[in-house]
């Protein structure tokens, strides 16, 4: 699976990451899916009432979801939700077992969901991506690393970003 970023969505991942550095900080991705590929053009970012600390965050779910669902009919399905994006400020861009835990919960919502952590300082920023998979109903989700690739979205695309 190739993961394709658009530029805006990379640049906001980063923006938010700096402003929060040194505290985590996260939000929701949005797009569609092509084969096994995903498109993200729309990015959720955490919300008024996240709570951001060194090791830890926790969005608000209730302004994201929100949100999520404004988005998703404003254009008319083209943007739904594929996952979620996080920092680690200082630290590996690697998943923790917390964030395991959090794709799990994520896939009851999603298939296959996403999980993108930028690591780093506040300058500087190392991408990786994950996804989830589970090998029949009752297997345990496992996650794989995914390829993604920045691009420039052609004029006229839903790009979004919805930043409270
Ligand atoms: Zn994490």
Redesign the pocket.
């Known amino acids: 699976m190739t993961i394709w970023l658009a530029r805006e969505v990379v640049l906001e991942m980063e923006r938010l990451g700096s402003i929060y550095y040194p505290l985590?900080t996260?939000g929701m991705l949005l797009g569609w899916r092509d084969g096994p590929d995903r498109i993200a053009t729309g990015l959720i970012g955490p919300g008024s009432g996240a709570l951001h600390g060194l090791y830890s965050?926790i969005p608000d779910g209730a302004w994201q979801r929100a949100r999520l669902a404004h988005i998703f009919s404003a254009t008319a399905g083209d943007l739904d939700y594929l996952g979620d994006w996080?920092?680690?400020p200082d630290?590996v861009a690697a998943?923790?077992e917390?964030?395991r835990r959090?794709l799990s919960k994520i896939e009851r919502r999603v298939r296959d969901p996403l999980?993108v952590?930028l690591a780093g300082a506040a300058s500087r920023w190392d991408m990786g991506a994950w996804f989830g998979t589970r090998p029949g109903y009752w297997g345990r989700l496992s996650a794989s690393a995914a390829e993604t690739r920045i691009f420039d979205a052609p004029t006229g695309w839903p790009v979004l970003m919805e930043v409270s």
Request: aromatic fraction near 8%.
């Open positions: 985590e996260g965050f996080h920092t680690h630290g998943m923790s917390v964030d959090t999980m952590i």
